[in-house]
C-alpha cells in the first residue's frame, strides 16, 4: 500500500492550493481516504475524507465551505481542493487510507502517506 501526497506550497491569504494524493495497493471496496493536518506541537486532525462504497465525504467543520474532496478513481488520485485559504490552514497534510467506511479519527487509519507542507502567509 503506497499513498502519496503532494501539490504543497505557499500561498497568499484567499487563495487556492489543490492537493493530490496518489494511492495504490488498497482495496477500494469500503474503504475511506482522509486528509490530515498537523502542526508541531499540536494534535494531527481531520480535514476531510471520502468513502469508496458511496463516495461520500466528511469535512471538518474548518474545513466545510472551503475546501472539497473529490476521488480520480481512473486515476486513483484523490484531490482536496482548498479555497480561501487561511494562515490558520498552514500545516503539513497528509493523506490516509483505511479498510472501513466513514471513518473520520486518525487512529482509524492504518496506511499514511509523507506529508506535504501547506504554508498560508502573505
Known amino acids: 500500500v503506497q499513498l502519496q501526497a503532494s501539490g504543497g506550497g505557499l500561498v497568499q491569504p484567499g487563495g487556492s492550493l489543490r492537493l493530490s494524493c496518489a494511492h495504490s495497493?488498497?482495496?477500494?471496496?469500503?474503504?475511506?481516504i482522509g486528509w490530515f493536518r498537523q502542526v508541531p506541537g499540536k494534535e494531527r486532525e481531520g480535514v476531510a475524507c471520502?468513502?469508496?462504497?458511496?463516495?461520500?465525504?466528511a469535512y471538518a467543520d474548518s474545513a466545510k465551505g472551503r475546501f472539497t474532496v473529490s476521488s480520480d478513481n481512473a486515476k486513483n488520485i484523490v484531490y482536496l481542493q482548498m479555497n480561501s485559504l487561511k494562515p490558520e490552514d498552514t500545516a503539513d497534510y497528509y493523506c490516509?487510507?483505511?479498510?472501513?467506511?466513514?471513518?473520520?479519527?486518525?487512529?482509524?487509519?492504518?496506511?499514511w502517506g509523507q506529508g506535504t507542507l501547506v504554508t498560508v502567509s502573505s
Open positions: 471520502i468513502t469508496s462504497s458511496d463516495w461520500s465525504t
Open positions: 495497493g488498497f482495496p477500494l471496496d469500503h474503504s475511506t
Open positions: 490516509a487510507a483505511s479498510a472501513y467506511s466513514g471513518r473520520t479519527q486518525a487512529h482509524e487509519y492504518g496506511y
